[in-house]
């Protein structure tokens, strides 16, 4: 038998989902920055590096 009423859980997933989508977001964020520091950082030293 199929449950009667509301649907079971589904605004607790829904919020689970967008906060683990808000995480995983700001994770990317985090290394791409940390990425374009340090290329960054390894230009400067080969430019002083070659002079």
Request: net charge positive; charged share 45%; no cysteine.
């Amino acid at each position: 038998m199929a449950k009667q009423g509301r649907e079971k859980n589904t605004k607790n997933k829904s919020k689970h989902n967008k906060l683990l989508a808000r995480k995983k977001n700001k994770l990317k964020k985090e290394k791409a920055l940390r990425q374009e520091r340090l290329k960054a950082i390894m230009q400067k030293a080969n430019a002083s590096k070659n002079e």
